[in-house]
T-cell receptor
Framework: SQKIEQNSEALNIQEGKTATLTCNYT??????LQWYRQDPGRGPVFLLL?????KEKRKERLKVTFDTTLKQSLFHITASQPADSATYLC???????????FGGGTRLMVKP | EAGVVQSPRYKIIEKKQPVAFWCNPI?????LYWYLQNLGQGPELLIR????????DSQLPKDRFSAERLKGVDSTLKIQPAELGDSAVYLC???????????FGEGSWLTVV
């Protein structure tokens, strides 16, 4: 069965450092992968989308890589700030409509 | 532009009682989704609409859950009767047809006691 794995343990880093979150998947051939941010008590907010034929995507302090051979995506936040503290969800999408399957999310805590 | 609007934000009911959640998607978004999110987990799709047609409801527990999207705009998700295990956040989302980015509402938090 399809499986998306994100580290369920919280990631704690110091302000100014680079945060790296991992999303691994099995039994899936996604056409694209997305990352969302979710704050406590709020709905997920879209951050970035990367397609299967793209290796890397950047947006301001965010960078996403997508390795379809390793079946893995890495999500980086450079120069992290306490305001970046949130849960980050990866989601895989196929070609059949807007079908997104979400991972369980990783909580990021950036300490001042 | 207004985002996806959901109500109520919070609801506490006793088991076996009915409950309904309402969603107003972003204007012009023909695709509407209902997701279920349990604590500490990612959202799971319950049902997806293209206009007023339910195109994917395979994960909707049809014995107690029902949904409708009259006139292809607002949608309602109903649970009857509610069980203790239904306590979760019910997220509504919408997107433009054919676009990959979906926009979520703030969710409706359900507690069944």
């Amino acid at each position: 069965s399809q499986k998306i794995e994100q580290n369920s343990e919280a990631l704690n880093i110091q302000e100014g450092k680079t945060a790296t979150l991992t999303c691994n998947y099995t039994n899936y051939s996604p056409a694209y992968l997305q990352w969302y941010r979710q704050d406590p008590g709020r709905g997920p907010v879209f951050l970035l989308l990367i397609r299967e034929n793209e290796k890397e995507k950047r947006k301001e302090r965010l960078k996403v890589t997508f390795d379809t051979t390793l079946k893995q995506s890495l999500f980086h936040i450079t120069a992290s700030q306490p305001a970046d503290s949130a849960t980050y969800l990866c989601a895989l999408g196929g070609n059949a409509g807007n079908m997104l399957t979400f991972g369980g999310g990783t909580r990021l805590m950036v300490k001042p | 532009e207004a985002g996806v609007v959901q109500s109520p934000r919070y609801k506490i009911i006793e088991k076996k009682q009915p409950v309904a959640f309402w969603c107003n998607p972003i204007s012009g978004h023909n695709t509407l989704y209902w997701y279920l999110q349990n604590l500490g987990q990612g959202p799971e799709l319950l049902i997806r609409y293209e206009n007023e047609e339910a195109v994917d409801d395979s994960q909707l527990p049809k014995d107690r859950f029902s949904a409708e999207r009259l006139k292809g705009v607002d949608s309602t998700l109903k649970i009857q009767p509610a069980e203790l295990g239904d306590s979760a956040v019910y997220l509504c989302a919408s997107s433009e047809t054919g676009r990959n980015t979906i926009y979520f509402g703030e969710g409706s938090w359900l507690t069944v006691v």
